[in-house]
């Protein structure tokens, strides 16, 4: 099944992880209204890793509609502690509010890929990773903060691990893909099985 591959995201880091592995893609952001749908998936209690799965199917449906011909890539990654999602934080005192809440606790990074081709779906895949922060005193994070700034509110867990955020962790289960939010081998291997990119 070949066909032309559309990544349904604004985000540079997803296009990147594309770029770098040598994919001809084209991409489109989707027009959602990611709170809106979050907002519904939390009414019906479903867990975070369905949203994640929810919220990739709209982005690629939503695209779809405007490439039909061609073989959508929907992403998305939602971070939860417990049946908690986080949002990015608003402020920094919200940021605050992020770490002392993550500390000394194990959350997760549930990201979610869905192919679609004509309103089909061709394929679901959700990869976890889970991140263990360790024990943070109030004094640590806002020393942390003042040192990071405004990027803490950049990201939902307010830390960028390729920064500062390293050090408030203790250990990291999953792999470097799933934490940047696409699962690039299983991607990869799909996309060799429908014919999209050489085998």
């Known amino acids: 099944m070949a066909g032309s591959l559309v990544l349904a995201s604004a985000s540079p880091f997803r296009r990147m992880l594309l770029e770098n592995a040598g994919i001809r893609f084209q991409a489109k952001a989707a027009g959602i209204d990611e709170r809106a749908i979050e907002n519904q998936v939390e009414q019906q209690h479903s867990s975070p890793e369905e ?25 998305d ?5 417990g049946q908690r999602v986080y949002h990015k ?10 770490l002392l809440s993550l500390s ?11 192919l ?21 005193s109030a004094d640590f994070i806002d020393r942390h903060l003042e040192r990071v700034g ?3 509110l950049s990201s939902v867990g307010a830390y960028q691990l390729e920064g500062e955020g390293i050090q408030l962790f203790e250990k990291i289960e999953g792999d470097y893909f799933t934490i940047l939010g696409l699962p690039m081998l ?9 014919r999209v990119i050489d085998a």
């Open 186 to 194: 299983p991607l990869l291997a799909k996309l060799r099985d429908l």
């Open 77 to 81: 990654q939602t971070m939860s502690l």
């Open 89 to 98: 934080p608003r402020d920094m005192k919200e940021a605050r509010e992020h």
């Open 116 to 136: 679609t081709r004509g309103g089909d779906i061709l394929w679901k895949h959700l990869s976890a990773a889970r991140m263990t922060v360790r024990a943070l």
């Open 150 to 152: 405004a990027k803490a």
């Open 51 to 75: 949203m994640a799965l929810i919220l990739a199917e709209a982005k690629a449906r939503d695209v779809g509609g405007v490439f039909p011909k061609d073989i959508i890539i929907g992403s």
């Open 104 to 114: 000394g606790q194990t959350h997760q990074l549930n990201s979610a890929i869905v």
